[in-house]
């Protein structure tokens, strides 16, 4: 998106958070010591980090209804607007198989689909049903979707298994879909936590970040937007807390009470960050954040550019992430809070080149 003076600043946080978030989770010192919320649920469960990249996701549904709107309104006609769509899915997509490949440039052992593919998907796929159909029609897919997800993993019979079981990995439609019918090499072996079948459920929550973002877009006060995202959050967190009881919260399978609990906490987060900056106008205190949201793709691709230089020995031959975690520790520093301090300084590193780009008004748009 282009900066203008129309921007809605609490987005921009908003996005530069979940960023910053996703390096410090992604980049510890050392993955042998890591505090308990800054890792993933290992199966069903929730933990912190869980929410940041369906926040991310959300933030998305949100930009699109920002970004074309305003690009009709600038007298783009749809087919112009497929184009643009199209050509940036591709890019997003090929930078996640680029990251993927780098340094060694594997062919042999590439990975099809992981974060940066998902978003590629979830933008394509929202950014189109933006442009042909209504938000009535939106509605019913996004219920149709998670409806359908949860009769297909809790009750269809899997080839080879049965009844699915979600009690464990490995025994439910996902992981077959991903294990047979998924080319490339698979996260967890015989199955990707960014697959086929969980890919539809993400989409969800994408649209929900576009119910969230026809509020931001609405003919009122802020004061009613407000409001609105409040309810809109309140909804969707009953929902989810009813949810849970028929199909568990998963972020692995991105469960359809994953996608209701994850899109209420990111709606009530948009609705904070609304008031904060937008209404209270606090955006100054934030503008750290702000930084990494205006390029987050480019901060989110140099932070895994980066990785092998700081964490890996491939093109160095020395692991700094190492040094660091050896010296801290040497001076009685606890080996996870030294893990933690090594990705706040990886995220002062990205932020240097990400801020040169912000003072200098230079938007990379993917």
Known sequence: MEKSNTRILSLDVFRGLTIILMIIVNDPGSWNHVYAPLLHASWNGLTPTDYIFPAFIF?????????????????????????????????????????????????????????????????????????????????????????G????????????????????????????????????????????????????????TGLLGMMAGFILISNVEFKDKLLRLFLLASTLLICGDIAQYFMPLNKSIWSSSFVFITGGISCLLLACFVYWVDIKGQYSKFKFASVFGVNAIFAYTLAGIFYTLFYSKKLSGISLSAIFMEQAITIGVAPKLASLLYALFYVFVIWIPTYQLFKRKIFIKL
């Not at 680029?98 to 052992?109: A, E, I, K, Y």
């Open 149 to 204: 997800y949860w009769l297909i993993m809790m009750y269809l019979p899997v080839p080879g298994i049965g009844i699915p079981d979600l009690s464990e990995p490995g025994k439910n439609w996902a992981n077959y879909l991903d294990q047979n019918y998924l080319p490339g090499y698979l996260w967890k072996k015989n199955w990707d936590p960014e697959g086929i079948l969980s890919s539809f459920p993400a989409v969800v």
């Open 59 to 147: 933030i998305v549904g949100v930009s699109i209804v920002l970004s074309l709107t305003k690009q009709s309104e600038k007298g783009l006609n749809r087919k112009q607007l497929v184009k643009k769509i199209l050509f940036r899915s591709i890019k997003i997509y090929l930078v996640g198989l680029f990251l993927w490949l780098w340094p060694s440039f594997d062919f042999g052992r590439i990975r099809w689909v992981g974060v940066l593919p998902r978003i590629a998907l979830v933008f394509m796929v929202c950014a189109l049903l933006f442009l042909y159909t209504k938000r009535k029609t939106q509605l019913i897919i996004a219920i149709v979707i998670l409806v």
